[in-house]
């Protein structure tokens, strides 16, 4: 095999001077190995800071929720459901107990609505009074009548 190559002095002369003349430069591997952990190490630097800013980017994500938590924004979400019974005792309270309805005077609100159908006690409030109640409606209303009101007051009270 050694009859068939060249001795190394005359290659190496060959290579220089066909790259010479083509004007192509000689590119070694060291330079480009070289250049290749350059940017090994780049890329490894900048995945570092990558990282490290994501990492804070969370912890402070974190931090918001506990926070947030612990103030209790997420109170509504964690709610059962809409019936609980500090939820029902307000609504309870609501309603009077007593009201003053002009021409009659101050009633029980509890026992109106007991005693008479919605439709007679809108028909006493629009007609500020009981005058077109029969003696059987004005029956049932008379015991929720806590203070009845004076013929002064009712004449004043229509009178405007």
């Avoid at 006493?124 to 929720?144: H, I, R, W, Y």
């Amino acid at each position: 095999m050694q009859k068939f190559m060249a001795p190394k002095k005359t290659v190496n002369r060959i290579k220089a001077v066909g790259l010479k003349i083509t004007g192509v430069n000689v590119v070694r591997l060291k330079d480009v190995i070289g250049k290749f952990l350059v940017l090994q190490k780049i890329v490894s630097i900048l995945s570092i800071i990558f990282y490290l800013i994501w990492i804070m980017i969370g912890s402070f994500l974190v931090w918001f929720i506990i926070a947030n938590f612990r103030l209790g924004a997420f109170d509504q979400l964690m709610r059962q459901g809409p019936s609980s019974p500090s939820q029902q005792m307000p609504q309870a309270q609501q309603t009077p107990e007593e009201t003053t309805v002009p021409g009659v005077g101050s009633v029980n609100v509890n026992c109106v609505q007991k005693n008479l159908s919605e439709d007679l006690i809108i028909k006493m409030v629009q007609d500020k009074g009981t005058q077109n109640f029969t003696e059987d409606e004005k029956s049932k209303l008379a015991p929720c009548i806590i203070k009845a009101e004076s013929p002064t007051d009712a004449s004043s009270s229509t009178s405007q």
